[in-house]
Nanobody, 122 residues
Framework: QVQLVESGGGLVQAGGSLRLSCKAP????????MGWFRQAPGKEREFVGT????????YYLESVMGRFTISRDNAKNTVYLQMNSLKPEDTAVYYC???????????????WGQGTQVTVSS
């Protein structure tokens, strides 16, 4: 069992930045590729991006490419989502998730965090 805990969400104005963190206590963090997803009100959960076990490879949703960056620190059991140039349409609950597969753009990840709210005002 892998427990994931997100943090860093909040309210930001359009054009601003936020960095989300997702920590996974335990010794198995580096054996999982990590993904970020988001779910806006009334919409299905959407893939945002994913990072490989080593952190050497990433893959993103086209609409966030160039604005969002995923990174990880395996020594700290933490994955990050740096979000720049935020837009109102980025407003959603953001989730991190762990997968044995990379890249995995589906929602069939093995473990999920509880989510953190990101609200972008216009």
């Amino acid at each position: 069992q892998v427990q994931l805990v997100e943090s860093g969400g909040g309210l930001v104005q359009a054009g601003g930045s936020l960095r989300l963190s997702c920590k996974a206590p335990g010794r198995t963090f580096s054996t999982y590729a990590m993904g970020w997803f988001r779910q806006a009100p009334g919409k299905e959960r959407e893939f945002v991006g994913t990072i490989s076990r080593s952190g050497g490879s990433t893959y993103y949703l086209e609409s966030v490419m160039g604005r969002f960056t995923i990174s990880r620190d395996n020594a700290k059991n933490t994955v990050y989502l740096q979000m720049n140039s935020l837009k109102p349409e980025d407003t959603a609950v953001y989730y991190c998730a762990a997968s044995r597969i990379f890249p995995d753009v589906t929602t069939t990840y093995d473990y999920w965090g509880q989510g953190t709210q990101v609200t972008v005002s216009s």
